[in-house]
């Protein structure tokens, strides 16, 4: 049992004791970088700043007034979609009557009977 013991007990140590500090190491390194994430680019816009207050109803204002644009853009864009649509339909439904007027004049047709 002594010798087993001994045999046990470096390797157990050894084996977990290495992997654990590892993994704490890499965490609070992630931690650390996250922390700085948050401290870099989150927090000022959270916390008012001396020279670029944070003020939710101007964010709220901002945030409509983009939603609002993209809203017109939008709009723009089917308004335009449909006038090209019956532009597109006007000239075909024009080709389609003047081939069809040529296909029924019985003098012009090069038809064979």
Not at 31 to 59: G, M
Not at 79 to 105: D, F, G, P, Q
């Amino acid at each position: 049992t002594g010798r087993n013991h001994s045999a046990a007990g470096p390797s157990s140590p050894g084996g977990g004791g290495d992997r654990p500090p590892t993994t704490a190491l890499s965490t609070a390194a992630l931690k650390s970088k996250s922390v700085k994430f948050v401290r870099k680019n989150v927090r000022p816009l959270l916390e008012p700043d001396a020279e670029n207050p944070f003020d939710p109803n101007v964010a709220r204002e901002n945030i409509k007034k983009g939603y609002d644009r993209s809203v017109e853009e939008m709009k723009v864009a089917a308004s335009r979609a449909k006038a090209k649509a019956e532009k597109t339909m006007e000239k075909v439904s024009e080709r389609m009557a003047s081939e069809l007027a040529y296909a029924s004049s019985p003098s012009k047709s090069p038809q064979i009977s």
